[in-house]
Protein backbone atom coordinates (compact mmCIF):
# COMPACT_ATOMS: atom_id res chain seq x y z
CA UNK A 1 0.00 0.00 0.00
CA UNK A 2 1.00 3.26 -0.93
CA UNK A 3 1.26 5.86 1.96
CA UNK A 4 -0.37 9.10 1.44
CA UNK A 5 1.67 11.98 0.39
CA UNK A 6 2.36 14.58 3.71
CA UNK A 7 1.03 18.03 2.96
CA UNK A 8 3.33 20.29 4.29
CA UNK A 9 0.83 23.34 4.36
CA UNK A 10 -1.61 21.83 6.73
CA UNK A 11 1.16 20.17 8.87
CA UNK A 12 2.47 23.94 9.62
CA UNK A 13 -0.88 25.03 9.93
CA UNK A 14 -1.64 22.95 12.68
CA UNK A 15 1.92 23.30 14.24
CA UNK A 16 1.43 27.04 14.41
CA UNK A 17 -2.04 26.64 16.06
CA UNK A 18 -0.67 23.87 18.44
CA UNK A 19 1.80 26.91 19.55
CA UNK A 20 -0.48 29.80 19.38
CA UNK A 21 -2.98 28.05 21.61
CA UNK A 22 -0.41 26.57 23.97
CA UNK A 23 0.57 30.15 24.34
CA UNK A 24 -2.33 31.58 25.05
CA UNK A 25 -3.17 28.96 27.59
CA UNK A 26 0.12 30.07 29.01
CA UNK A 27 -0.81 33.73 28.84
CA UNK A 28 -4.27 33.44 30.53
CA UNK A 29 -2.49 31.43 33.40
CA UNK A 30 0.16 33.73 34.23
CA UNK A 31 -1.87 36.51 34.41
CA UNK A 32 -4.52 34.78 36.49
CA UNK A 33 -1.49 33.77 39.00
CA UNK A 34 -0.27 37.58 38.87
CA UNK A 35 -3.47 38.85 39.12
CA UNK A 36 -4.31 36.58 42.39
CA UNK A 37 -0.94 37.65 43.55
CA UNK A 38 -1.22 41.30 43.10
CA UNK A 39 -4.59 40.74 45.51
CA UNK A 40 -2.75 38.99 47.95
CA UNK A 41 -0.22 41.69 48.21
CA UNK A 42 -3.10 44.62 48.17
CA UNK A 43 -4.99 42.49 50.93
CA UNK A 44 -2.10 42.36 53.12
CA UNK A 45 -1.09 46.17 52.72
CA UNK A 46 -4.57 46.97 53.71
CA UNK A 47 -4.56 44.46 57.03
CA UNK A 48 -1.12 46.00 57.87
CA UNK A 49 -2.49 49.50 57.29
CA UNK A 50 -5.86 48.99 59.77
CA UNK A 51 -3.37 47.47 62.08
CA UNK A 52 -1.24 50.71 62.95
CA UNK A 53 -2.40 53.51 65.19
CA UNK A 54 -4.47 56.30 63.51
CA UNK A 55 -2.09 59.29 63.32
CA UNK A 56 -2.79 62.36 66.26
CA UNK A 57 -4.69 65.00 64.63
CA UNK A 58 -2.97 68.20 65.92
CA UNK A 59 -5.06 70.09 68.36
CA UNK A 60 -4.69 73.42 70.50
CA UNK A 61 -2.75 73.13 73.57
CA UNK A 62 -5.30 71.52 76.51
CA UNK A 63 -5.27 74.97 78.21
CA UNK A 64 -6.97 76.60 74.95
CA UNK A 65 -10.03 74.71 75.81
CA UNK A 66 -10.13 75.90 79.40
CA UNK A 67 -13.74 77.42 79.64
CA UNK A 68 -14.53 80.45 81.83
CA UNK A 69 -17.53 82.57 83.08
CA UNK A 70 -15.46 85.62 82.40
CA UNK A 71 -16.43 88.31 80.11
CA UNK A 72 -13.56 89.11 77.03
CA UNK A 73 -10.85 90.07 78.85
CA UNK A 74 -6.87 90.47 79.15
CA UNK A 75 -4.82 89.68 82.24
CA UNK A 76 -0.97 90.15 82.66
CA UNK A 77 -0.29 88.82 86.76
CA UNK A 78 3.08 90.19 86.46
CA UNK A 79 1.93 93.44 86.03
CA UNK A 80 -1.14 93.09 88.52
CA UNK A 81 -3.30 93.90 85.38
CA UNK A 82 -6.46 93.11 83.95
CA UNK A 83 -8.63 94.90 81.50
CA UNK A 84 -11.31 94.42 79.22
CA UNK A 85 -10.46 92.60 75.73
CA UNK A 86 -12.59 94.42 72.76
CA UNK A 87 -12.50 92.92 69.32
CA UNK A 88 -11.29 96.23 67.26
CA UNK A 89 -14.22 98.03 65.24
CA UNK A 90 -12.26 99.79 62.21
CA UNK A 91 -8.55 100.16 60.96
CA UNK A 92 -9.56 103.51 61.17
CA UNK A 93 -7.33 105.19 63.55
CA UNK A 94 -9.51 107.63 65.15
CA UNK A 95 -12.48 104.89 65.49
CA UNK A 96 -9.43 102.56 67.15
CA UNK A 97 -8.56 105.34 69.79
CA UNK A 98 -12.56 105.78 70.55
CA UNK A 99 -11.68 101.88 71.37
CA UNK A 100 -9.02 101.93 73.26
CA UNK A 101 -11.05 104.25 75.72
CA UNK A 102 -12.73 101.40 76.59
CA UNK A 103 -9.69 98.68 77.47
CA UNK A 104 -7.65 96.78 75.14
CA UNK A 105 -8.39 95.67 71.68
CA UNK A 106 -7.71 93.38 69.28
CA UNK A 107 -6.77 94.62 65.82
CA UNK A 108 -9.53 93.84 63.50
CA UNK A 109 -7.24 91.45 60.88
CA UNK A 110 -6.56 89.72 63.93
CA UNK A 111 -6.21 85.95 63.76
CA UNK A 112 -8.98 84.73 67.06
CA UNK A 113 -7.17 83.47 70.16
CA UNK A 114 -5.97 79.96 69.63
CA UNK A 115 -5.99 79.90 66.11
CA UNK A 116 -2.67 79.39 64.16
CA UNK A 117 -1.39 82.94 63.34
CA UNK A 118 -0.89 86.73 64.56
CA UNK A 119 -3.24 87.91 67.75
CA UNK A 120 -2.15 91.60 67.63
CA UNK A 121 -3.81 93.65 70.99
CA UNK A 122 -3.40 97.04 71.16
CA UNK A 123 -3.28 99.68 74.69
CA UNK A 124 -2.49 102.95 75.82
CA UNK A 125 0.34 103.90 77.05
CA UNK A 126 1.00 107.06 79.40
CA UNK A 127 4.31 108.20 81.30
CA UNK A 128 4.71 107.80 85.19
CA UNK A 129 2.04 109.59 87.30
CA UNK A 130 -0.89 109.41 84.79
CA UNK A 131 -4.27 109.11 86.15
CA UNK A 132 -5.65 105.79 85.64
CA UNK A 133 -8.47 106.95 83.70
CA UNK A 134 -10.16 105.33 80.09
CA UNK A 135 -7.36 102.97 80.04
CA UNK A 136 -4.83 105.25 78.87
CA UNK A 137 -2.23 103.84 81.03
CA UNK A 138 -2.75 100.06 80.67
CA UNK A 139 0.26 99.15 78.74
CA UNK A 140 2.91 101.48 80.49
CA UNK A 141 4.59 98.77 81.46
CA UNK A 142 4.97 96.15 79.57
CA UNK A 143 8.34 97.00 78.63
CA UNK A 144 9.05 94.97 82.11
CA UNK A 145 7.88 91.77 80.52
CA UNK A 146 10.54 89.18 80.66
CA UNK A 147 10.40 85.60 78.95
CA UNK A 148 8.32 83.12 80.98
CA UNK A 149 6.09 85.78 81.66
CA UNK A 150 2.56 84.66 81.32
CA UNK A 151 -0.32 86.36 79.46
CA UNK A 152 -4.26 85.12 79.82
CA UNK A 153 -6.56 85.92 77.05
CA UNK A 154 -10.20 85.34 77.69
CA UNK A 155 -12.22 85.20 74.77
CA UNK A 156 -15.91 83.81 74.06
CA UNK A 157 -15.80 82.18 77.11
CA UNK A 158 -12.53 80.14 76.78
CA UNK A 159 -9.27 81.25 78.33
CA UNK A 160 -5.96 81.30 76.34
CA UNK A 161 -2.03 81.33 78.20
CA UNK A 162 0.42 82.92 76.80
CA UNK A 163 4.35 82.63 77.72
CA UNK A 164 6.36 85.86 76.83
CA UNK A 165 9.07 84.98 74.44
CA UNK A 166 10.84 88.93 73.79
CA UNK A 167 10.25 92.64 73.45
CA UNK A 168 10.63 94.26 69.49
CA UNK A 169 11.13 98.07 69.04
CA UNK A 170 9.81 99.61 66.09
CA UNK A 171 9.85 102.95 64.39
CA UNK A 172 6.65 103.97 63.08
CA UNK A 173 5.13 102.06 60.10
CA UNK A 174 7.29 98.64 60.21
CA UNK A 175 5.02 95.54 60.40
CA UNK A 176 5.82 93.22 62.63
CA UNK A 177 8.41 90.73 61.72
CA UNK A 178 6.13 87.60 61.07
CA UNK A 179 7.10 84.71 63.67
CA UNK A 180 8.03 80.89 61.80
CA UNK A 181 5.71 78.64 63.37
CA UNK A 182 6.88 75.35 64.57
CA UNK A 183 5.22 71.88 65.45
CA UNK A 184 4.83 72.46 69.08
CA UNK A 185 3.01 75.98 68.96
CA UNK A 186 1.93 75.82 65.12
CA UNK A 187 1.99 79.71 64.71
CA UNK A 188 0.04 80.62 67.45
CA UNK A 189 0.78 84.37 68.22
CA UNK A 190 0.00 86.95 70.53
CA UNK A 191 1.52 90.42 70.51
CA UNK A 192 1.15 93.74 72.88
CA UNK A 193 2.07 96.61 71.04
CA UNK A 194 2.17 100.15 72.41
CA UNK A 195 3.76 103.52 71.77
CA UNK A 196 7.18 103.64 72.78
CA UNK A 197 8.08 105.52 74.97
CA UNK A 198 4.98 105.34 77.10
CA UNK A 199 3.04 108.68 76.15
CA UNK A 200 5.20 109.50 73.34
CA UNK A 201 4.44 108.60 69.61
CA UNK A 202 8.33 108.08 68.44
CA UNK A 203 8.10 104.27 67.99
CA UNK A 204 6.19 100.85 68.90
CA UNK A 205 6.81 98.27 71.48
CA UNK A 206 6.19 94.87 70.66
CA UNK A 207 5.77 91.93 73.46
CA UNK A 208 5.54 88.57 71.97
CA UNK A 209 4.22 85.71 73.70
CA UNK A 210 3.46 82.16 72.62
CA UNK A 211 0.16 79.77 73.17
CA UNK A 212 1.20 77.36 75.15
Known sequence: MKSQPVNLLVELKKICLFFVFSFAVFFVIFNLVSFFNFVGK??????FEASLPTPETKTLSPAAEIFTAKENSLE?????????????????????TQDLRKGTVIYPTSRQPGQAGQLLVLGHSAPPGWPKIRYEWIFSKIH?????????VNFDHRQ???SVTKKIFLERGDAIPM???????AGQHLYLITCWPPGVNYQRLAVEAILF
Open 42 to 47: QLGRLT
Open 179 to 185: ALPNEEH
Open 76 to 96: IPALNLEAPLLWGSSEIVSEL
Open 144 to 152: ELKPGDEVV
Open 160 to 162: YRY
